[in-house]
Each structure stands twice: as C-alpha cells, then as structure tokens.
C-alpha cells in the first residue's frame, strides 16, 4: 500500500526529538508552528509516481 493509493502524494508529519512534555506544553498554549522547530522537525515521504496504466 502506498500513500498516493490512498489519493496523496506526499505524508507529512513532525518528528518530536527534545521535550516531549514541554510540545504538549507548547501545543496546548496555541503555540505557532514556527515556535515549535527547537522540539523537533517536519518530515516528509513522497509516493511513487502513479501511471495511468497501474493506477
């Protein structure tokens, strides 16, 4: 199974790598995103370019 038979290119998500406690912190003070780039990073994996013929 892969992302784009699911109809998407592209998964992203973020990757928590300091501070657990203080994201969940952060998150639910309405923190904006940009505040958040010390506790982790944003990571992305791109699916297999589907054609007309597999698809």
Known sequence: ???R???GGTL???VVTADPDG???AIAQGAKPWALAPLGRV???RGAPS???TA
């Open 1 to 3: 199974m892969t992302v």
């Open 51 to 53: 054609s007309p013929m």
């Open 43 to 45: 990571v992305h994996r």
């Open 23 to 25: 994201l969940a912190n």
């Open 12 to 14: 992203a998500g973020f």
């Open 5 to 7: 038979s699911h109809g």
